[in-house]
């Protein structure tokens, strides 16, 4: 698959987190002799947050997340995170959570952990049976592969019409000590978070109760990967977990210096998928000032980035500034259609209900020539405001998702 035009030069070179250690294999879940199937194992005393789709017809595996998390097993006993592509073990009843119950099973004996502190996630197709086994299979070589520098491997195995790996990182110094903060993501279609989004894994050695993970995971996934869309469709497997092991023995409890960094990993990882979106040319930021309330600007934010109208407009780099027009009224939010105005970049397109007296067409039609793009408007009606994060909608997206079972 070509690499999206959009996507970074490279994958970052990620440091090693103490603490947890990951491996990847080729378990033929769907595709023979492609990496299907990571595994990463964390050490005793390592606390777990997560946040999940809100689909009501999520996975097994997602519903079996939900329930083990912040439950009573010992985080003193270790814990692990497996993870397969190719199948996401969704809408396959109660097969599917014998699938996860095998699964996590096999990898607490392999381990010597409670399977109480085994989270599974799965990807790909939705209503086919997960054929486990296949997955059990290559648990001790996944164990006996560990790797402390195995997190890049870790993300190739998850991805599925991704058209590369995601990973982000952020090093930031706490009381005299280092603190380091390290994820990866995958997603490409299907994008439109309603809790976390995708699959999306981040590490850290920070110290922090289970509580106070939870809390700030929860804070900050309103802000990054629940602001951002790429065909309005939320997943059933939509998983985000953050592990924090403690190795630093830095506590981090209360310190904005360690929540900036984790919100930037987030959103560095969030705007990767949103670069990957399927068959993506253009990288698109949303922003809604002026609304009657925060929720209120972001419905109106997400109604634009979400419109087929505008983002085929903008795929083919038409300044076509009515379809936004369109996508507000639409939004049911409060707007006052003489007090909008629409700026693309740092030109002003409308003002006051009306075009404005300075824009041209032809300075409209340059600025969509960008792979960058900003659309900034304004309701005038109060102080509310939010931005989000969307791509184009092009004939590569629906080429992808026409042969997706192919």
């Not at 769907?30 to 199937?37: G, I, L, N, P, S």
């Not at 050490?43 to 789709?53: M, W």
């Not at 699964?103 to 392999?110: G, H, L, P, S």
């Not at 407009?313 to 500034?321: K, Q, V």
């Amino acid at each position: 698959m070509t690499k999206s035009p959009l996507a970074p030069d490279h994958f970052p070179d990620l440091p090693v987190i103490d603490g947890v250690t990951f491996a990847a294999t080729a378990a033929g879940v769907k595709y023979k002799d492609r990496t299907d199937v990571m595994l990463a194992v964390m050490a005793p005393g390592t606390q777990i947050a997560g946040v999940f789709t809100k689909s009501s017809t999520r996975s097994a595996n997602v519903l079996d997340c939900q329930a083990k998390l912040g439950g009573a097993a010992d985080a003193g006993a270790g814990a692990a995170i497996i993870v397969n592509s190719g199948n996401s073990n969704a809408f396959t009843g109660k097969v599917g959570e014998g699938s996860v119950a095998a699964v996590c099973e096999a990898t607490a004996d392999a381990l010597g952990i409670p399977s109480e502190r085994v989270f599974t996630a799965a990807t790909g197709v939705i209503g086919e049976r997960l054929p486990h086994d296949k997955i059990t299979a290559k648990i001790d070589e996944l164990v006996a592969a560990q790797n402390a520098g195995g997190l890049e491997a870790a993300a190739n195995a998850i991805m599925t019409t991704d058209t590369f790996a995601k990973g982000a990182t952020k090093t930031v110094e706490i009381d005299g000590k280092p603190v380091k903060i390290a994820g990866m993501a995958k997603g490409s279609g299907m994008i439109a978070p309603d809790m976390a989004t995708m699959l999306v894994y981040i590490f850290t050695d920070a110290k922090l109760s289970q509580d106070e993970l939870q809390a700030t995971l929860g804070s900050l996934c309103d802000e990054t990967f629940n602001c951002i869309t790429v065909d309005s469709d939320t997943s059933t497997s939509d998983s985000l977990m953050l592990a924090a092991t403690g190795a630093s023995g830095v506590d981090v409890s209360g310190k904005n210096t360690f929540t900036d960094a984790l919100r930037d990993v987030m959103l560095d990882l969030s705007h990767q998928v949103v670069r990957d979106g399927e068959g993506a040319t253009k990288f698109i930021e949303v922003t809604v000032r002026g609304g009657a309330t925060d929720a209120s600007a972001k419905t109106v934010a997400l109604a634009i980035a979400n419109s087929p109208l505008v983002k085929t407009a903008i795929a083919g780099e038409d300044p076509n500034w009515g379809r936004i027009v369109m996508a507000i009224g639409k939004s049911g939010e409060p707007a006052d259609r003489d007090k909008i105005s629409i700026h693309f970049g740092d030109i002003l397109v409308a003002d006051e209900g009306w075009a404005a007296d300075s824009y041209t067409e032809e300075a409209g039609a340059s600025y969509m020539k960008a792979q960058d793009l900003n659309i900034s408007v304004n309701l005038g009606i109060g102080t509310g405001a939010s931005t989000v994060w969307t791509c184009d909608l092009t004939h590569g997206y629906i080429t992808i998702n026409a042969d997706y079972r192919s």
